[in-house]
């Protein structure tokens, strides 16, 4: 199957530091996006990135992707004890569709 | 607009029994897809309905079941309950699906609990 993974699986840094994960997926992909769901609940889409896309912003949150390693990366700038929550790479396999495939989930903490 | 909800919040039943889970996509999108998050097996799809039709399906046994309605609310279900059957479980819309990229929105999840 084509279950991405993220790295590390687990992170705790201090309030206003960067925060940076890591996924990398198995097979050729149309889009990678990232999710973040908080204790027990449901995902919030933060961003998409396209295949033929290598960087993309979204307030702070920047997001890269090498498909040559067929890895993307999240960057989460001056963090919050907000942005405490698991983090998500989803990828959609190409050809398959709307069959999205998640990572493992990187488990974010941020002490203020 | 509402966002997707999910009926119930939380359920628990015993081994063997079957289950139903209730979808309500956000207005006007017509694709739902389910997934199955357990903490050792992260979140798993289990199959996407568009227009009232499984377009993808997961790698999950036949005990896991589905469908849509005209309204493009959707329902699982799970016949004969294991103990592994214990997750939460997501259901995510999107306004069209298939092979055009749509973003998928989630709801809150049905936690379901196998005793």
């Known amino acids: 199957s084509q279950q991405g993974e993220e790295d590390p699986q687990a992170l705790s840094i201090q309030e206003g530091e960067n925060a940076t994960m890591n996924c990398s997926y198995k097979t050729s992909i149309n889009n990678l996006q990232w999710y973040r769901q908080n204790s027990g609940r449901g995902l919030v889409h933060l961003i998409l990135?396209?295949?033929?896309?290598r960087e993309k912003h979204s307030g702070r949150l920047r997001v890269t992707l090498d498909t040559s390693k067929k890895s993307s990366s999240l960057l989460i700038t001056a963090s919050r004890a907000a942005d405490t929550a698991s983090y998500f790479c989803a990828t959609d396999e190409a050809g398959t569709g709307n069959q999205f495939y998640f990572g493992t989930g990187t488990s974010l903490t941020v002490i203020p | 607009k509402a966002g997707v909800t999910q009926t119930p919040r939380y359920l628990i039943k015993t081994r063997g029994q079957q289950v139903t889970l209730s979808c309500s996509p956000i207005s006007g999108h017509r694709s739902v897809s389910w997934y199955q998050q357990t903490p050792g097996q992260g979140l798993q799809f289990l199959f996407e309905?568009?227009?009232?039709?499984?377009?993808n399906k997961g790698n999950f046994p036949g005990r896991f079941s589905g469908r849509q309605f005209s309204n493009s609310r959707s329902e699982m279900n799970v016949s004969t309950l294991e103990l592994g059957d214990s997750a939460l479980y997501l259901c995510?819309?999107?306004?069209?699906?298939?092979?055009?990229?749509?973003?998928?929105?989630f709801g809150p999840g049905t936690r379901l609990t196998v005793l």
């Open positions: 309905y568009f227009s009232e039709t499984q377009r």
């Open positions: 990135i396209r295949s033929n896309e």
């Open positions: 995510a819309s999107s306004l069209v699906g298939g092979r055009s990229y749509n973003e998928q929105f």
